[in-house]
Nanobody, 125 residues
Framework: QVRLVESGGGLVQAGGSLRLSCTAS????????MGWFRQAPGKEREFVAAISWGGGLTYYADSVKGRFTISRDNAKNTVYLQMNTLKPEDTAVYYCAADFLPLGLVTNTDEYDYWGQGTQVTVSS
């Protein structure tokens, strides 16, 4: 069992930055591929970014590529999402997720085994 806790959300003006953190319980964090997803009101949850076990591979949704950076620190059981040049359309609840021993970088919500409770990000225009 893995428990994920996100933090770092908040209100920011367009063009600003935020860094989200997701800390996992348990001793097998390095066995999990990690992902960030987001869900805006009235919309489905969508993929944002994913990172491999060791952090050497990353993948991004086109909508955030070049603006967001996913990283992880396995010694701290934490995955990060650095979000720069934020836009009002980035407003959503952001969730981190863990996928045990994934075969690659996963973008499908159904493939993830554990989810955090989410953190709200609001970008004002």
């Amino acid at each position: 069992q893995v428990r994920l806790v996100e933090s770092g959300g908040g209100l920011v003006q367009a063009g600003g930055s935020l860094r989200l953190s997701c800390t996992a319980s348990g001793r097998t964090f390095s066995s999990y591929g990690m992902g960030w997803f987001r869900q805006a009101p009235g919309k489905e949850r969508e993929f944002v970014a994913a990172i491999s076990w060791g952090g050497g591979l990353t993948y991004y949704a086109d909508s955030v590529k070049g603006r967001f950076t996913i990283s992880r620190d396995n010694a701290k059981n934490t995955v990060y999402l650095q979000m720069n040049t934020l836009k009002p359309e980035d407003t959503a609840v952001y969730y981190c997720a863990a996928d045990f021993l994934p075969l690659g970088l996963v973008t499908n919500t159904d493939e993830y085994d554990y989810w955090g409770q989410g953190t709200q990000v609001t970008v004002s225009s």
